[in-house]
Nanobody, 126 residues
Framework: QVQVQESGGGWVQAGGSLRLSCAAS????????MGWFRQAPGKEREFVAA????????YYADSVKGRFTISRDNIKNKLYLQMSSLKPEDTAIYYC???????????????????WGQGTQVTVSS
């Protein structure tokens, strides 16, 4: 069964950048749709970005569009989230998620994902 582990979180000032990574185990990583979600204190988990199995199709939440970029490296079994122009409201725990029943598309509803990482904290100070 595939497992994922996020890394790359940390503290950054507003306007700065961070790149999150998600390392996945499993030989069929390159067949799975994947996504990033986040959860801020006292708030529900929300969708951030998603990609299909080969990275050709991506989708973003309006709140991060133009600032965040999702990408994947199917050789290295890694998913990335490049975050730029960070804002204090981006502060959250960021989670990597996998849909192991992919039909070729991407997914923006958390119930569509069946494997989750433990998350990495991102803190943006004003």
């Amino acid at each position: 069964q595939v497992q994922v582990q996020e890394s790359g979180g940390g503290w950054v000032q507003a306007g700065g950048s961070l790149r999150l990574s998600c390392a996945a185990s499993g030989r069929t990583f390159n067949t799975y749709a994947m996504g990033w979600f986040r959860q801020a204190p006292g708030k529900e988990r929300e969708f951030v970005a998603a990609t299909n199995w080969n990275g050709a199709s991506t989708y973003y939440a309006d709140s991060v569009k133009g600032r965040f970029t999702i990408s994947r490296d199917n050789i290295k079994n890694k998913l990335y989230l490049q975050m730029s122009s960070l804002k204090p409201e981006d502060t959250a725990i960021y989670y990597c998620a996998v849909n192991t029943d992919s039909s070729g598309g991407y997914y923006y509803i958390d119930a569509e994902y069946d494997v989750w990482g433990q998350g990495t904290q991102v803190t943006v100070s004003s």
